[in-house]
């Protein structure tokens, strides 16, 4: 039964009296306050009242309000629980007036409840897997436009973290970090600006949709005949609406939060695989750090308002929303050196390491432009055949153009070459900087004793996109710039070693 409207009378008591079997009931009665909304629990009944506040994000401050959210949380959230909202009803007072109004659900049982699911050890696998497929069809449904999709443009994205910082300016300092704000502020901005063409396409592949915009644990229950997603934003459908990632964005992160950060990888690739969501890891990295930021930013309201664990709550989610930025930063990494010196299995164990990055070789590259197949052969006299300074320049303007592209759509990109020319260089740094990338720089090292020894292996073996010779490791040794501003990474140890000394570049 849906019910669309009913009446429950206040007496001066201020206790409501409900037509209802109390042997109905699925659990003792219960109440929950939230910043915006208390819920009243009885028998297998739930009635929500919106509080008459006004948090600048929301206001809820006129009977007129409450009465459009309470019917806007009906509508939107019948797409995902249709049998848990039943209606919104009318409260009046004493005298028979109508004072406020209220939505009205089916109790959902508490075990059932994901967050407690998770937080009691229990194996909800299947069940995240179900909410995944669901979500992926969800979203399929879901309303997209032109107005929609400016949603998930960069100026709005930008807009919206903006909005959220001067909603944390109160709390900067007192409960909050201000050195940790100013850096979440930095990175969001930093990762927006070189994003463009990502962003971009994500809104021509219509991937923002008027969506959930809230999904937490706590409000997804896990039944027998599949998953009921309750309490979707209805507020505010500016924040309500966003790329399909950032609403899923919010479950992972609230896994997180909750010990589960497997789940929260798990269930991400689940939705990957049923929507056919393909994305960089570094966008869904932005996204769960949004998400933690928001609930970072209730979290201060809820301290303001007296909650007194809000206040320890709110710092784990600024670090939680740092902690995701700090991951998601695009990084331009230079692995250069003289031949043999080591940087191509360097970079490529980087690569392999690190998720969403991609790794670019001028070995490979340079001979992909003379049509030559990378592993046969081109060696020739130092500053001949295929390695003319002509063929050099036309090399790196082809793996600086490649490394722009995926830049700017959110990949980190190694770069394996000698990068002996400052010039060349100079022309990367342009480029991290035209796309917001960090630049790193590591020059591999061996002595020439063992650079030799490596070349004649390699002479002998065959098979590598290398034609670096002993004369050309002389020339190149003796016509290389200084390279001051690189990290120097030994690379005649260990290659565990090695690879410690390069993450942690990347890491600093």
């Known amino acids: 039964m849906h019910v669309t409207s009913t009446t429950m009378r206040l007496p001066s008591g201020g206790r409501g009296q409900l037509d ?55 509508e939107l959230n019948r797409r995902l629980a249709p049998d848990v909202y039943l209606g919104v009803a009318d409260v009046t007072g004493p005298d028979g007036q109508l004072c406020d109004h209220m939505v009205v659900m089916r109790r959902m049982p508490e075990n059932r409840r994901l967050s407690t699911m998770v937080a009691s050890g229990d194996d909800v696998s299947e069940a995240l897997r179900a909410l995944a497929r669901q979500l992926a069809a969800f979203h399929s449904r879901c309303e997209t436009s032109p107005e929609i999709a400016e949603a998930g443009s960069p100026a709005t994205i930008r807009g919206l973290w903006d909005e959220g910082l001067a909603g944390l300016a109160p709390f900067r300092g007192t ?147 740092l902690e995701h930025l700090r991951r998601g930063r695009v990084h331009l990494v230079l692995v250069g050196g003289l031949p043999a010196s080591g940087k191509s299995t360097l970079a490529s164990r980087l690569v392999d390491d690190t998720d969403g990055s991609v790794l670019l070789r001028s070995d490979v590259v340079r001979k992909e432009l003379a049509g030559i197949p990378a592993d046969q052969s081109a060696a020739a006299p130092v500053g001949a055949g295929i390695y003319t300074r002509a063929h050099t320049e036309a090399t790196y303007d082809l793996l600086l153009t490649r490394a722009r592209s995926a830049l700017e759509h959110g990949e980190t990109v190694v770069l394996d070459a000698s990068w002996s020319s400052a010039a060349d260089r100079a022309r990367a740094a342009r480029l991290a900087e035209e796309t917001s990338a960090d630049l790193i720089e590591l ?66």
């Open 175 to 321: 409960v909050l970090d201000a050195h940790s704000v100013d850096e979440i502020g930095r990175l969001a901005r930093q990762y927006l600006a070189g994003r463009e063409p990502l962003l971009a396409r994500r809104q021509h592949d219509g991937r923002v949709r008027d969506g959930h915009g809230d999904l937490l644990a706590g409000d997804i229950f896990c039944l027998d005949d599949g998953p009921r997603v309750l309490d979707c934003l209805e507020f505010d459908r500016r924040l309500r609406i966003g790329d399909v990632l950032a609403d899923v964005a919010f479950l992972a992160m609230d896994l997180q939060r909750l010990g589960a950060p497997e789940l929260a990888t798990t269930f991400l690739a689940w939705y990957g695989e049923f929507s056919a969501e393909t994305h960089p890891v570094s966008l869904a990295e932005l996204y769960i750090a949004y998400r933690a930021f928001v609930r970072c930013k209730v979290a201060c309201l809820r301290h303001a308002q007296g909650d007194r664990e809000a206040a320890n709550e709110a710092r784990a989610l600024a670090h939680l929303t």
């Open 443 to 508: 020059r591999c090292e061996v002595s020439a004793e063992v650079a030799a020894t490596r070349i004649a292996r390699r002479r002998c073996t065959g098979g590598d996109a290398s034609d670096a010779t002993a004369d050309v490791l002389t020339a190149m040794t003796a016509g290389a710039d200084p390279w001051p501003g690189a990290i120097m990474i030994h690379t005649a140890v260990p290659l565990t070693e090695s690879l410690r000394a390069a993450r942690s570049a990347l890491l600093r």
């Open 20 to 74: 209802r079997d109390p042997g109905d009931a699925v659990g003792p009665p219960a109440l929950v306050e939230t910043h915006t909304s208390v819920v009243v629990f009885l028998g297998d009944r739930a009635y929500k009242v919106k509080k008459a506040v006004d948090l600048g994000f929301l206001d809820f401050s006129t009977r007129e309000a409450r009465l459009a959210a309470c019917q806007a949380e009906i």
